[in-house]
């Protein structure tokens, strides 16, 4: 934490300027060079063109590249459907759900130890680690996270925020695995089943995304009530 001075005049004295030191968070800098990381990464290399160029390569190889576009995934803000969708089109169904799977929990850990870094207690940073934590402390860590997966949330968001809540490693990975494996194992058939990879606009049935909300919402539904009438 640094402490930045504002200058600020004195109504008492005349001219006379009297200086206050005030908190300054630079957690919020960085995450605002994180965010035009982002951007600048979105605009100059777009998944869709990368992915359909590794549909030829194979072996080792093929696996190096897949692991390091896992990792940087969240730094080029690439849908994750995309990498599953890509595994179930070059794998078939038995070992694509575990690659797809194991990548998920891959991917989503650096948005997670970023926001971890990034958690403080003071600012508009640490207004969002405490309501994060009174809500991930009502669900419990596992069952939230699993039910934030569940749900049509974006995957980074939801990283973000576990990291920011205190949710410990082991039950973010936990969490993580369980949530993600039904969207995993939904796109990569939908991978294996195409002829041709087409990494257009794919999106599932609607009525899949709304399965997901109702057991997302079934799984929090109970201990969120039971806080509501412990506040009343």
């Not at 504002?6 to 006379?16: A, F, K, L, Q």
């Not at 990464?41 to 160029?53: E, F, T, V």
């Not at 595994?87 to 891959?106: E, H, K, N, Q, W």
Request: aromatic content about 12%; some cysteine; charged content about 15%.
């Amino acid at each position: 934490m640094y402490l930045c001075r504002t200058i600020r005049r004195n109504p008492h004295s005349g001219s006379r300027l009297m200086f206050r030191d005030r908190p300054y968070d630079h957690r919020l800098l960085i995450a605002g060079c994180l965010f035009a990381v982002f951007c600048v990464a979105w605009w100059a290399i777009p998944p869709r063109k990368i992915l359909p160029l590794l549909s030829d390569t194979r072996g080792a190889l093929f696996l190096l590249v897949l692991f390091a576009l896992y990792v940087a995934r969240p730094f080029i803000a690439a849908p994750l459907s995309l990498f599953s969708i890509f595994v179930g089109y070059r794998f078939d169904i038995s070992l694509g759900i575990p690659i797809a799977l194991l990548g998920t929990i891959l991917t989503c850990l650096p948005p997670f130890v970023i926001a971890q870094y990034l958690r403080g207690d003071s600012g508009f940073v640490g207004w969002l680690s405490k309501k994060g934590e009174d809500t991930f402390r009502t669900t419990g860590g596992v069952r939230g996270v699993i039910a934030a997966r569940l749900s049509p949330a974006p995957a980074d968001a939801i990283s973000y925020s576990a990291g920011l809540s205190g949710v410990s490693m082991s039950a973010f990975i936990a969490g993580t695995a369980i949530g993600e494996l039904p969207w995993a194992t939904a796109y990569v058939i939908t991978g294996a089943s195409m002829r041709n990879l087409t990494m257009g606009k794919i999106q599932l049935d609607w009525r899949v995304f709304a399965i997901g909300a109702v057991i997302a919402f079934a799984l929090v539904a109970k201990p969120g009530y039971e806080k509501l009438r412990s506040k009343n």
